[in-house]
């Protein structure tokens, strides 16, 4: 079995500091040492390692080609104290997002940009997907964090409420029941509907509270998203009604948005793994998004 070779730091330090001073005394007065301290450690270093390491001239050391071929070689231990005694180097937090449409257009791409902002070091990338593929993607770790409205139990899933909504009708300003502050059921019988396709678990929802008072509203489109439905009632083609979060941040100022007298709840969630703990990234950013997300009359803290 070789002996173990024991390594001194004092030694390094001193060989280092005549190799870059010249001479002993000003080595000493570098590491804040006397002469014959920095005299004993080269001395202990050349008798450990069996090496000549320096030779006088004339009154004066000359480093010997083992010197020089040593001093190299504890370039990486200076170049690793130098780091340790530095400031730390931040690495780059990555954070892999993925949110249905109506939350990663426009309010997400908004909050993203903010957040990178007062957090240079990290580096977000953003998917948009169904929220069927936000579960999914989470549970696969494609990705660290999701925000859905849709309540989908499945194992390995943690849901964070995020904000509680109340529906509302969106209509043009103009229209005749932007009048009033509450908008009934019966109130959008014949009335022109803008409505979200068949695959959203609210569209059933909707249809059924219709049905309930015998209202019939006109569908004239059939939309995936509620952005796209309330693009629509912008264009003129008719009403809709949708969870108002975010969406009224975004069009309050061109639309009218009322209360819809049902007992439709929205409810928004962070959607992380079970199985995983969340990245302080991850936590920095669903802390932004609580801190700076607008108020609206229609929706708040879950």
């Not at 580096?123 to 929220?131: D, P």
Request: with cysteine.
């Amino acid at each position: 079995m070789a002996a173990r070779i024991w390594h001194s730091l004092p030694e390094y330090q001193a060989l280092r500091a005549v190799m870059e001073s010249g001479t002993t005394s000003a080595a000493a007065a570098r590491l804040g040492l006397s002469q014959s301290a920095v005299s004993r450690s080269i001395s202990s270093l050349e008798a450990r390692i069996g090496q000549i390491l320096f030779e006088r001239d004339a009154g004066r050391l000359v480093a010997t080609r083992e010197a020089v071929q040593l001093n190299h070689r504890l370039d990486p231990l200076f170049e690793a104290l130098n780091r340790l005694s530095g400031p730390p180097e931040r690495a780059r937090e990555t954070l892999r997002l993925i949110a249905p449409p109506t939350y990663a257009h426009r309010f997400l791409t908004t909050h993203i940009a903010s957040f990178i902002q007062t957090n240079p070091h990290a580096y977000i990338s953003l998917e948009v997907a169904q929220s069927d593929e936000v579960i999914r993607g989470i549970v696969e770790n494609r990705f660290d964090l999701g925000l859905t409205g849709v309540e989908l139990s499945r194992d390995g899933i943690r849901l964070t409420p995020y904000r509680t909504s109340s529906a509302v009708c969106v209509l043009p300003k103009g229209h005749a029941l932007a009048q009033q502050s509450v908008i009934r059921p019966q109130d959008l019988h014949d009335q022109p509907l803008i409505a979200l396709t068949h695959r959203h678990a609210r569209r059933a929802q909707l249809d059924t509270i219709f049905q309930a008072v015998a209202a019939v509203p006109i569908v004239l489109a059939e939309v995936a998203t509620s952005f796209a439905a309330v693009d629509m009632v912008s264009a003129g083609l008719g009403l809709t009604v949708v969870n108002p979060f975010p969406i009224y941040s975004y069009r309050s100022k061109d639309l009218a948005f009322r209360a819809f007298d049902s007992d439709l709840t929205y409810r928004s969630y962070f959607v992380a793994s079970d199985a995983r703990p969340q990245s302080a990234t991850a936590r920095a950013f669903m802390r932004h998004l609580r801190l700076h997300t607008p108020i609206d009359p229609f929706s708040e803290k879950a």
